[in-house]
């Protein structure tokens, strides 16, 4: 098609169309090459006697495009001016019509036009009636096969599809009648059964479709027994997990994904976003099931490395498979903090391992602007590539063969991360208006929303080139490991490696570790008078803010480690082996916890508050102890879980920070000991340091400063240059505010290049999991 250049716009009452002029290939009227043989010796008898042709090859045309307009315009604009279907604004108008109108009413305006032209035959014309009608007919039944969801409703009894049914029956359109009555058929059975959710491909169907129930214990360890996280199954474990997230992206409808639909989801309920739910659903099971696997158990921390490089070979063969969705879940949650912390155990993680891991965590590394730019560029170019650039053959000899490695010559899907698209809607959502002043519909917003809609249907085509089978183990395996959520994941990691003030108490600090102590104790003093300033859960501050205490609500962080302590132990089970990797000498590991106990991941599941039942728990956990011989305190540990997910409240959307001055700076400047800056989700660095700067009426360039965080253990945390402040700042669980101090940058600072897992780098990659978990609000 001939590229088009915009000539300009063309207001009317109820509809704005935009202008276009395009060349195209002219068409002479006497189309001799066309016409037949008895036509043709015609028309060239005329040229002899002198009748010319015009010898022209192109013309241009005038082409209107909406722009806007109202809604029965919109629905008008869905036949041309050739009186055939419009396939370009189809497609548009019926996967975004939802944010506007509704299926009934769109519905009725193509009834009306239909019986409208039946009426007037004699005045259209009779051809014309005809042909407008097959139009209409067309436009209906493209829409009963393309988005068949939008009459699904139960509640209403399918009255359109009953419209839809009558209509046909007074009408004889045999086509649409049959149609609309198959689909009623449809939902009517699919109510029985259990409505929309239970169409959804899940784990847990297939498991509890084989006869285990989750109390049964020894059937649980049965199951989990089956599949080994400590074997050479990596290839296994990178494919089946592709198989689900393939499953679950196929059977997504890319207009729940719109911005008008997703935001709204916590008001209209998860009925209207069910199949982004089951994709974000596997998602956090990914995240909460590697994070758990990791940090659970009691081992060696080169046992603990093991785990690690595991993942990491399997986040390997995810990028072979190009499931960029299991990808970033694990990439996500190595990168967090509970896992990151664990400085004894990534020393021990093999180079390799760790070479790997920076590679593809370097995928979905952000730029200046917050964007993944990389990992879209990789998208575009292998999202719908046949086969996958990575070639695998030292992976066929070093691991053993599956069924799937035989065929790997073949085709390969595409499982892109779904959470990229979601941001870019969102962002086109809140950017444009859904109206414009004269009040009509904004289409061109819906141009744009459709553009980011049909990059999701073409990967959702890229993911049925997958020829992976369904592992029956597998599922079994991953259902029945533990998921702890990341708050008991992070107290679990305090416990698996205590913090540098803990485990070096004993030591003399040394004036380096002394300036910091000093530092941290001339911010504290000069905070609050009170003995107990989080008593009251109020904090104010020079900046005029008041802000409630979101960490633990009148309880102490001692008693709030024992009781997230206990609700983690639930999870662990007595024994002389490992689900994690292969069995060590007992007499070099105390064993406690390192054997996942798949009973009590599924009877002790987690409500939407974050708190079991305490009377299914006290149950649950009897159950275990008679089978174990594990002597529990049972209330203690319920009432420890319950804390632990009530009391855990909502992240607030900024932070309270304490800026400090440097002691080579507090001589120059007379201001205050600290100020008060608040970090919202969104700044960046050189924002931060700049109204830093002008807080303590200090004037320089931002780039010669850098501002440092102190840890509670006494540590110090310089951050980034480029990075998010507000995902990039280290939680400080004793404290609803954080204690920063500016610093003026040495030369060295200036020219040195941080390198490894620092701790720069692992707060700066913080903001990946946080940013992939906020989807989900709501649902974990």
Not at 741 to 766: C, Q
Request: hydrophobic fraction near 35%; proline fraction near 4%; glycine fraction near 4%.
């Amino acid at each position: 098609m001939a590229a088009a250049k915009y000539f300009g716009e063309e207001k009317l009452e109820d509809a704005t169309y935009a202008i276009y002029l395009r060349k195209v290939r002219y068409v002479s009227p006497l189309n001799i090459e066309s016409s037949d043989d008895h036509t043709s010796d015609a028309k060239r008898c005329e040229c002899s006697m002198g009748n010319i042709p015009d010898h022209l090859h192109w013309e241009t045309i005038r082409e209107r495009i909406i722009r806007a307009g109202t809604l029965q315009k919109l629905v008008e604009c869905l036949i041309s001016d050739d009186m055939l279907m419009d396939s370009r604004h189809f497609n548009v108008f019926f996967a975004t019509y939802r944010s506007f109108s509704t299926c009934s009413n769109v519905l009725e305006l193509l009834l009306q036009r239909y019986v409208s032209l039946e009426m007037n035959s004699l005045v259209v014309g009779k051809t014309k009636t005809v042909t407008l009608q097959c139009s209409l007919r067309s436009i209906i039944m493209c829409w009963l096969e393309m988005y068949p969801e939008d009459f699904n409703e139960p509640n209403a009894d399918f009255a359109t599809l009953m419209r839809l049914i009558e209509f046909g029956r007074i009408h004889k359109i045999t086509d649409v009648r049959t149609k609309a009555r198959q689909l009623r058929e449809t939902y009517k059975r699919r109510v029985m059964d259990g409505r929309c959710l239970a169409q959804i491909p899940s784990m847990e169907q297939y498991v509890f479709s084989t006869g285990y129930d989750a109390p049964d214990f020894d059937a649980c360890v049965q199951r989990a027994n089956m599949f080994d996280i400590g074997r050479e199954n990596c290839v296994q474990i990178a494919e089946q997990l592709t198989f689900w997230d393939a499953e679950l992206f196929k059977e997504l409808l890319p207009q729940q994904c719109q911005g008008c639909v997703w935001n709204k989801r916590n008001k209209q309920g998860p009925e209207t976003v069910y199949t982004v739910k089951a994709t974000i659903d596997q998602f956090n099971a990914v995240v909460q099931k590697v994070m758990t696997s990791i940090v659970l158990p009691d081992c060696r921390p080169d046992f603990r490395a093991k785990i690690i490089a595991k993942w990491i070979d399997v986040a390997r063969e995810l990028r072979a498979l190009k499931n960029f969705s299991s990808l970033k879940a694990i990439i996500s949650t190595l990168q967090s903090e509970p896992v990151h912390r664990l400085k004894s155990t990534w020393t021990q993680v093999p180079n390799v391992s760790i070479a790997q891991f920076r590679e593809l965590a370097s995928i979905f590394d952000a730029d200046d602007d917050g964007e993944e730019r990389r990992a879209r560029q990789i998208l575009e170019e292998e999202g719908t590539a046949k086969k996958s650039p990575l070639r695998r053959p030292q992976l066929i000899q070093n691991c053993r063969r599956t069924k799937s490695d035989v065929n790997l010559a073949e085709s390969q899907g595409t499982v892109p991360y779904l959470g990229t698209f979601l941001t870019d809607l969102s962002m086109i959502d809140q950017a444009n208006p859904d109206f414009t002043e004269e009040g009509l519909i904004n289409f061109e917003k819906r141009r744009k929303e459709f553009e980011v809609i049909a990059k999701i249907r073409l990967f959702q085509s890229a993911c049925r080139a997958y020829k992976i089978p369904m592992d029956m183990a597998f599922c079994s395996w991953f259902c029945f490991l533990p998921a702890l959520d990341e708050n008991q994941c992070f107290v679990r990691s305090l416990e698996v490696e205590l913090p540098v003030n803990q485990t070096d108490s004993s030591k003399p600090l040394r004036p380096s570790q002394m300036s910091k102590m000093n530092t941290l104790s001339r911010l504290i003093s000069g905070m609050s008078t009170d003995e107990n300033p989080n008593d009251s859960g109020l904090i104010s501050n020079d900046s005029g803010i008041v802000t409630e205490d979101l960490w633990y609500d009148g309880v102490t962080r001692p008693f709030a480690e024992k009781t997230l302590g206990a609700a983690c132990n639930l999870f662990g089970i007595v024994s002389s082996r490992s689900f994690t990797a292969p069995p060590t000498p007992a007499s070099t590991v105390f064993w406690k916890g390192s054997e996942f106990s798949p009973s009590t991941a599924f009877s002790q599941r987690r409500s939407t508050s974050g708190c079991w039942d305490k009377k299914h728990q006290s149950n649950d956990v009897k159950d275990v102890n008679a089978k174990n011989d594990v002597v529990m305190n049972t209330p203690e540990t319920s009432s420890g879980s319950c804390i632990s997910g009530s009391s855990l409240q909502q992240a607030t959307p900024f932070h309270l920070a304490r800026v400090a001055l440097d002691d080579s700076m507090k001589n120059d400047t007379g201001t205050a000991n600290y100020k008060c800056v608040k970090i919202e989700n969104g700044d960046r660095m050189a924002e931060l340091i700049e109204r830093t700067l002008e807080k303590h009426l200090i004037c320089g360039d931002h780039s010669e400063y850098c501002l440092v965080q102190l840890l509670p253990d006494g540590c110090e945390f310089c951050l980034p240059e480029k990075c998010n402040p507000y995902y990039a700042v280290a939680p400080d669980p004793t404290s609803t505010m954080l204690n920063f101090v500016l610093r003026r940058k040495s030369d060295t600072e200036r020219v040195a290049v941080s390198g490894g897992i620092a701790s720069s780098t692992k707060k700066l990659n913080k903001m990946k999991r946080c940013n992939l978990l906020r989807w989900s609000s709501g649902y974990l």
